[in-house]
């Protein structure tokens, strides 16, 4: 098993920035990629971005060039930088990783609101 920790959601004014962080434990060497997902009132959850072990990156068309995912395999952390933040962007997000065998593990959700 894997258990993820979220922290740093909040408030925010539109054009502001939160960064999000992501703690992970358990059986961390199984880790293949973790990646933050986001879920408003009403919608389902859709992928933000993503980071595989290696490093490759990708991103959700609606938030490429704003928001920034990274990750320190020694901490076992994995942050999500948000800029230039707008109200739709409010949502709960939340940290997902994978491992080898294709098992999936959720954080339990920080919300983050963008005021207009």
């Known amino acids: 098993q894997v258990q993820l920790v979220e922290s740093g959601g909040g408030l925010v004014q539109a054009g502001g920035s939160l960064r999000l962080s992501c703690a992970a434990s358990?059986?961390?060497?199984?880790?293949?990629?973790m990646g933050w997902y986001r879920q408003a009132p009403g919608k389902q959850r859709e992928f933000v971005a993503g980071i595989s072990r290696g490093g490759g990156t990708n991103y959700a068309d609606s938030v490429k060039d704003r928001f920034f995912i990274s990750r320190d395999n020694g901490k076992n952390t994995v942050d999500l930088q948000m800029n230039s933040l707008k109200p739709e962007d409010t949502a709960v997000y939340y940290c997902n990783s994978a491992d080898r065998v294709g098992r999936n593990f959720w954080g339990q959700g920080t919300q983050v609101t963008v005021s207009s």
């Open positions: 358990g059986r961390i060497f199984s880790i293949i990629f």
